[in-house]
């Protein structure tokens, strides 16, 4: 049988942030669902119903916590996954810094949408 390999190393910072990171994600996910599936129907949600969600702090503070985990869930995720291919070397410092910098790019213009959905300038 073939051993299992894993770029995480049990235990390390990365290992518990991309768990972590996971577990907000579906406390926040099935928020999400639940507020934007069910409660509120599709044909139901404008950019009013959304302002008036984001102008609320708590739900501006959780939405942009989603974004971050999210964020680093996926580019996290991404990377491990290329090391766990075999990547090493330069193209290993190249997708890690590519995918930094989207990382980057991601949240930021996720801040800028809820700031705009806040009616704050961005």
Do not use: C, D
Request: glycine fraction near 10%.
């Amino acid at each position: 049988m073939a051993e299992r390999y894993s770029s995480f190393s049990g235990g390390s910072t990365r290992w518990f942030l991309q768990r972590i990171s996971a577990a907000f994600l579906v406390v926040t996910l099935a928020f999400h669902f639940l507020l934007l599936h069910f409660y509120h129907h599709a044909p139901e949600i404008t950019f009013g119903g959304s302002a008036a969600r984001y102008s609320v702090p708590a739900y501006f503070i959780t939405m942009v916590l989603f974004l971050a985990a999210a964020t680093f869930h996926g580019t996290n995720g991404v990377y491990n996954a290329l090391v766990n291919q075999g990547i090493t070397g330069t193209p290993k410092r190249v997708a890690k810094w590519v995918l930094v910098v989207a990382g980057v790019l991601v949240f930021v213009q996720g801040i800028r949408v809820a700031l705009a959905l806040m009616g704050a300038s961005a």
